[in-house]
């Protein structure tokens, strides 16, 4: 098992991890607590992680917060979820403005409520001259319906006349994708033991490596952090060619 001081050597681990945080409500539940303390929990983890992502060159990381498949869950946890996500923002903003790092919200903010997207605007301004570590929050995000919006907005450009119909390839789509200032991830890592990816970077993630583990979110240590992200060194990373 990896410690707290092991450090991945650089140039050989992922520049880009995205994970996918699962396991709050169980750990809470096996715990004889509500769902929505492991959510509290699971938020106490993301701010250890962060803070690990310097030290083995990770630049950019990217959390599945709430899916747009999310809403299907009791109106209670939804309510709960939105006041974590609201106390997050306010608790945290300072320590992230500290820290160096730069936060910006994916996915769709219509269906939040008015409070919450303010604080988000004003986190993603208050930041936006960091540069240490770029978080990446998917808030009310799904994959294909990020794909449904930018095609539509990448449509009314044809429409307008802005865009040609033979000028669109996968260059042009990626520029109207939630993502399109970040760069593609190179690892994604879901803890919880399910090994599924929830329509969670449907596009950008065609060529990531995967990690499923059995942890679940709120126990996810840096510890366990560094022992992943070591193992990506060792991967042959082909980009559907064949190594010579």
């Known amino acids: 098992m990896a410690t707290d001081e092991q450090k991945v050597t650089p140039g050989t681990g992922p520049r880009h991890v995205a994970c996918i945080m699962d396991g709050n409500g169980r750990w809470a539940t096996s715990r004889g607590r509500p769902r929505l303390f492991g959510h509290h929990m699971g938020a106490r983890r993301v701010k250890e992680i962060v803070r690990a992502c310097p030290d083995h060159g990770v630049k950019y990381l990217t959390i ?35 820290e160096g790092v730069r936060v910006r919200f994916i996915g769709d903010r219509v269906r939040l409520d008015d409070k919450l997207v303010r ?20 808030l009310n995000y799904g994959g294909r319906d990020e794909l449904g919006r930018a095609t539509k907005r990448l449509a009314a450009e044809v429409a307008a006349g802005r865009l040609s119909p033979a000028d669109v390839d996968e260059t042009t789509l990626a520029r109207f994708l939630d993502t399109h200032f970040l760069p593609d991830p190179d690892l994604v890592i879901r803890t919880s033991g399910e090994a599924r990816i929830s329509n969670f970077l449907l596009w950008q993630s065609a060529y990531a490596e995967y990690e499923f583990i059995d942890t679940l979110w709120p126990d996810f240590t840096k510890a366990e952090f560094a022992r992943v992200l070591g193992g990506f060194g060792a991967r042959d990373r082909r980009f559907g060619a064949v190594t010579a």
């Not at 747009?68 to 923002?89: C, D, H, P």
């Not at 004003?122 to 978080?135: A, C, F, I, K, M």
Request: positive net charge; hydrophobic residues 45%.
């Open 119 to 138: 604080l988000m605007d004003e986190l993603e301004l208050l930041t936006s001259r960091n540069d240490r570590v770029h978080l990446t929050i998917a």
């Open 64 to 98: 599945f917060a709430f899916s747009t498949e999310n809403w299907k869950r009791t109106q209670s946890e939804v309510a709960g979820l939105m006041k974590l996500f609201r106390r997050y923002i306010q608790r945290e903003a300072r320590d992230l403005l500290a």
